[in-house]
T-cell receptor, first 115, second 113 residues
C-alpha cells in the first residue's frame, strides 16, 4: 500500500516550457486534490476532483489544467510555465469530499523551479 | 466562507518545555478541524482531527488539541517537546460536505537542546 505517489520529485523548467505532474493513489479514494505550497502562505488549492469524472477550480487555478484519468490518477499540467509557478506541488486524496471524511492523505511533493 | 489564522510563523521552545501552537478559525457552519505536520522535504501527515465527537482530541506523538467554540480556537499542545517534534505544523478547517479544506499559513516549530 503505497498511499499517494507523485512523479517527478524534482523538475527544472525554462519559461514557456510545458510539463505534466503525475499523481496516483491506491486507497480507493473518491476525491483528489492538487495544492501548491509557498513560504508563509500555507497550502493553496489549485484544482480538485470530488469524484471520478469531475474536476473543479480551487483558489489558484490560473496557468494550470488537470485531468482525472481514472479513479486512481489525477494529473496537473502546466501549459506554459512561468517563474511565478516555482513552488512545491502536493497531490492529496480523501475518501469523500467534505465533512469528517475529508481527512486528506498527501504525496511526498514535487519541487518545481521555473527559470 | 472559512479561514484559518495561525499566530506565529515561527515558535522556538527548549527540549522538555511545553509546546503551544495557536490556531483560530472562522466558519459559517460547524467546523471540522485538523492539524497536520510536515517534516523537512516530506508531505503532510495528519496529527489529529476534530469532528464534533469530543472537544479534547488526542493525536499521534503525544499531541492534543482542544476545540473551544466560544473562542473559535483549536490550539495544539504537547506537554514536553522532543527534538523530533521540529517541523512545520498546519491547522486546517472544513465545513459540511461541499466545503473545501482551508489551511493556515503554518507554524515552524524549532526545538532547542
Amino acid at each position: 500500500n503505497a498511499g499517494v505517489t507523485q512523479t517527478p520529485k524534482f523538475q527544472v523548467l525554462k519559461t514557456g516550457q510545458s510539463m505534466t505532474l503525475q499523481c496516483a493513489q491506491d486507497m480507493n479514494h473518491n476525491s483528489m486534490y492538487w495544492y501548491r505550497q509557498d513560504p508563509g502562505m500555507g497550502l493553496r488549492l489549485i484544482y480538485y476532483s470530488a469524484s471520478e469524472g469531475t474536476t473543479d477550480k480551487g483558489e489558484v487555478p490560473n496557468g494550470y489544467n488537470v485531468s482525472r484519468l481514472n479513479k486512481r490518477e489525477f494529473s496537473l499540467r502546466l501549459e506554459s510555465a512561468a517563474p511565478s509557478q516555482t513552488s512545491v506541488y502536493f497531490c492529496a486524496s480523501s475518501e469523500s469530499y467534505g465533512g469528517p471524511l475529508l481527512e486528506q492523505f498527501f504525496g511526498p511533493g514535487t519541487r518545481l523551479t521555473v527559470l | 466562507a472559512q479561514s484559518v489564522t495561525q499566530l506565529g510563523s515561527h515558535v522556538s521552545v527548549s527540549e522538555g518545555a511545553l509546546v503551544l501552537l495557536r490556531c483560530n478559525y472562522s466558519s459559517s457552519v460547524p467546523p471540522y478541524l485538523f492539524w497536520y505536520v510536515q517534516y523537512p522535504n516530506q508531505g503532510l501527515q495528519l496529527l489529529l482531527k476534530y469532528t464534533s465527537a469530543a472537544t479534547l482530541v488526542k493525536g499521534i506523538n503525544g499531541f492534543e488539541a482542544e476545540f473551544k467554540k466560544s473562542e473559535t480556537s483549536f490550539h495544539l499542545t504537547k506537554p514536553s517537546a522532543h527534538m523530533s517534534d521540529a517541523a512545520e505544523y498546519f491547522c486546517a478547517v472544513s465545513g459540511n460536505a461541499g466545503n473545501m479544506l482551508t489551511f493556515g499559513g503554518g507554524t515552524r516549530l524549532m526545538v532547542k537542546p
